[in-house]
């Protein structure tokens, strides 16, 4: 059974029938399907364990689904040839929780990084660093390194390389599972802006307010398979909740 | 694009050889050394094969003995038929005059040639053959001449020669296999220190994947690292070995003054070439196997 909100666009995300079970035999997802339209923007919560980042390393391409199928924007990730792979993930943002900086390279430097393996003129990486600083609100900040950044400001710089190359896609790995409530929630207002512009977001995530409060899609993953797809969902089932309140 | 690509990589392999220069230099240290013994191994290879060709032009030559019976139109039809032969280089007449003459301008004959009455000595034909490998053949040619001396037909030491030629090829066998274990080691060398680069630079190659770098994008600057410390290594290698060389080959000769060793400068530009080529390879070579397990995506 496919599991989709009644949305009238186009999936540009859908998983068909998949299996993950790693070589050590654990079976990290069984029979997930799922369908996300252009501009959806989607939480995947769940226990630790559940199968949420097996999902997002699925969708990077990190891994290979063991059965099954998954097509992103017409491509099926598990058939699409390695030297494919740069040119997949330049499609997709990634934003994860350690924000994976480069230390010894400034703000301005590991934001342009992700244009000049694009091999993007130098006018045009200026232009775009510059407009992705603006969004994120680190303008002025160029030329200081993560090291003396405080984690929201790292986390921002992080997304502003993410979103510097216009992908279509952003997949949040637990973005805000190193920051307090406040940087969370400025974070997360962020990522609503980015999905305003167009582009699709999967966040995977364990914070309940956040998702409580904005009310998006969410996808409950459970033991490795999907437990419930609410289309403007909370964190936790509200049947499940009045039944343990009861 | 792919300018600027390649600004890239050559930006980062530069900043990359400054900011692990501990690593870098062990990487280079390590080449120079390789190249060093590498270096050594073509000198003493290139002196061998200088005392070797000396060896080979004197017996390459052999001398034909003439019956004092044999008619001189004979022996002149005979030195024209070895003239015409691809092996020979070229044929000298000597006669009974001649050969004697020189036999007694030599001062180690000196006591011998008082002692001489008469002209015992033979007339004969020197032939300078093209290789050693047909001194045989043209030996037995003239063996077989009707008009050779048939109790000294020829000075062929075939013995002396064969040894030579085996010689020769167990010189020339044992420095390519000395010069393929350096390979192999300097590439392992070179692999394990760009390794270890590589293992410091992992977040970064990992951030390179992620945001869709391909994999030249990500290998390219640790190969040209490589190739940077290879001819950074090659180039002091090279610095040491032609200051040491004339040093060297004098002490040697003073020292073994039999074998007839030579300083050579005009090796050095070949040893240069080979050197700064093959450091270049061996560093480009190591870094490409070095970070292929961490590009692979």
Redesign the interface.
Known sequence: MVLTPDFDTRPVITFQHVFKTYPTGTQALRDINLEVPQGDFLFLVGPSGAGKSTLVRLL?REEKPTRGKIFVDGIELGRMK??R??????KVG?VFQDF???P?LTVYENIA??L??????DHHVRSRVAEALDTVSLSGKEHTYPANLSGGEQQRVAIA?ALV?APRFIIADEPTGNLDPATAWEIMQLFLRINARGATVVMATHNREIVDLLRRRVVAIDAGQVARDDRSGRYHDDVAQSQVRA | ?ML??LK?ALNSAWQSFW?NLAVSLAAVLSITLILILAGINLLVGHAFSQVLDGFRVKVSEISINVADDTPLQTTYEFQQQLAADPRVISVQFVTKDEALARFKADPQNFVLAQQISGNPLDAKLDVQVKSLDDVAAIDALGRHWSGVDPTDPTNYQGDFVSRMLSLSSWLNLAGIALMLILVIVSVVIVMNTIRTAVYHRR??I??????????W?VRGPFVLEGVMTGLIAAAIALALLVVAYEPAVARFKSDIAFIPLSYDPAFISSLARDLLLGGAMLGALGSYIGVRRYV??
Request: hydrophobic share 45%.
């Open positions: 990077i390695r030297r792979l740069p040119f997949y993930r330049r990634l994976k900086l480069l010894n990084f992700a000049r393996v694009l091999g993007e003129p390389r190359h | 694009m600027r690509n890239f900011r977040k970064e990992e951030v390179m994947k992620l945001v869709g770098a391909t994999e994008f692979r995506v």
